[in-house]
């Protein structure tokens, strides 16, 4: 059994469809983990759910996903969600025939998962307190250390000392892909998302065999110019 990482897919099921075959990922024998924000911003966030039904994946929960989270209990509720842009409404249409177990599914998400040979986090973990002093609200959106407004500045993992088992996460499109490795060996630090909404790619890491593979785009990234995660 592989153990197998994928970055923030966004809602770009045919890019995470293609990064799968490429992987040759097999239901129920490889073991599929991913970094969250699974569903919103991109084209088929209904299709990504019918992907992670079928390859029975495990997720830890993004910022995007608790605030869909709020969104569908709304409409759950029968009250009008909170919409701030056009393309939260879209993903919500876009799973509006899926709703109940989309929702049951992410309310039962974890902020981390770990094992003995890693843990994977959304955004990341509090550099000085580590994975257990780490809040929820870091867990979620954690970019810059100090913590700052704005997305420009010296990022978390910056001033991360290495652990013994390898962490994982997503979140920091604009931090593109972070691979860190002890001398000569293994990763001890992977940031896989590399901006697959925006245009760039998605990206695996296949944990067994240390290897990285990505896929490319086929987004248009200009879309999101001037928004704040692109
Ligand atoms: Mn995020």
């Known amino acids: 059994m592989r153990t197998i990482f994928v970055g923030d897919v966004h809602g770009c099921a045919a890019e995470f469809a293609a990064l799968l075959a490429t992987l040759g990922c097999r239901p129920g024998q490889d073991c599929l983990l991913l970094t969250g ?8 966030p209904l299709r990504v759910w019918h992907l992670i039904q079928a390859h029975r994946a495990a997720m830890v929960m993004g910022n995007h996903e608790a605030r869909l989270l709020k969104q569908m209990q709304a409409l759950r509720a029968g009250q009008p969600p909170k919409v701030k842009w056009p393309d939260q409404q879209y993903t919500l249409d876009q799973l509006a025939p899926v709703v109940g177990e989309v929702c049951d599914w992410i309310e039962d998400l974890p902020l981390f998962i770990e094992t003995v ?77 590399s901006g697959c909404v925006y245009g760039r790619q998605l990206s695996a890491y296949v944990l067994e065999e240390d290897r990285l593979v990505q896929v490319q785009s086929r987004q248009d990234g200009s879309r999101w110019l001037g928004t704040s995660d692109a």
Request: proline content about 9%.
């Open 37 to 44: 924000d699974a569903f919103s911003r991109g084209p088929d």
């Open 117 to 193: 040979d890693f843990a994977l986090v959304h955004a990341g973990v509090n550099p000085e307190r580590g994975l257990a002093g780490t809040s929820r609200d870091q867990f979620l959106s954690i970019r810059t250390w100090p913590p700052r407004e704005g997305i420009a500045g010296p990022r978390w993992h910056d001033y991360y000392q290495q652990g013994v088992k390898l962490l994982v996460f997503g979140h920091d499109a604009p931090g593109g892909l972070v691979v860190k490795r002890r001398p000569g060996g293994h990763p001890y630090l992977l940031g896989l998302d």
